[in-house]
């Protein structure tokens, strides 16, 4: 982890990455108002008399609480709860979708140089500034591997619980009325809502994020399908050698980041994930309504 960020330091020195602050304030400020927001939603429809009924499970059974304090010391064990808990899965989520953005900048602006160079050298480019550009494209994919190996794991559980989330709230939103519930747990609903959108945005936030590397990746591989024409129509390369290993570079794929390598991150990835959920959602009301 510490030589990933030291290459991604490293890389937004060297391609002035100028919106790093600005993305660490907005992460800093994101950590801090979710878990708030969460514990303002779920605690503040509750009555005393439904306080003094959630209280225990807090306490292990024990009614420890004063008469007429219930709700405050709900709040406190749930305050407590979700700024020990929610944070951390937060802090991973920003940190990851900052790394992403990071690394897409420092690749748009890789490949926008090597547009910059075609356009002077139309007709033919130098072959040392083109193997030099080659070493700075497979350094940005280091860092990128560095990501892909320390982070990859852990997003497929960040992405399984906001599915999971996004899940639970449209089941129990109900949209089409088809269950009945209790009038206690309609009190938890703005919670469940701002829990869904969350986890929605979170979602959409990590993937668009990793999918947009793998399409900064895929503008840069074109850009150096451009070069490789120009080099090999000036005839610079004629050693076996150096030709094999310039079109085992350009037969490569896009760098594309994956969730525990159970699926790679790409815009048809998104929307299967969310018809899917959408589908089993529909279905899971359909069951609850025939039991």
Known sequence: MANLLKGIYGLGINF?????????????LTIIAVPLL????????????ECQKIVPFYLLGFHLSANGQSCQVLST???????????????????????????RYVLGLHSETGVKMLGIETRSLD?????????????????????????SFPVFLVQMSDCISMFYGIVTIDPFKSISTYAYVRKYLPGVVFIS?????SFLCVSLAATSVHEASELDKDVQERMLKLILASGQKSDREE???????????????SSGGFFRFT?????????????????MLQILKWS
């Open 38 to 49: 969460t514990w303002c939603s779920l605690v503040l429809p509750f009555s005393e008399n």
């Open 77 to 103: 064990f749930m305050l407590l709860q979700y700024l020990l808990v929610i944070p951390l899965r937060i802090s991973f989520t920003v940190l990851y979708v900052i790394l992403c953005r990071s690394l």
């Open 243 to 257: 030709l094999f290993l310039l079109f085992l570079n350009h037969n490569s794929p896009a760098f594309t980041l």
């Open 127 to 151: 072959y040392n500034r083109f193997r030099n550009y080659l070493e700075e494209y497979e350094s940005i994919i280091n860092v990128l591997k560095s990501l892909e190996k320390c982070m």
């Open 267 to 283: 815009k048809s990835m998104i929307c299967s994930a969310i018809g899917c959920i959408l589908t089993y959602s529909l279905l």
């Open 197 to 201: 959108l969350w986890s929605m945005l």
């Open 16 to 28: 002035n990455d100028k919106n790093r602050k600005l993305m660490l304030t907005v992460g800093l």
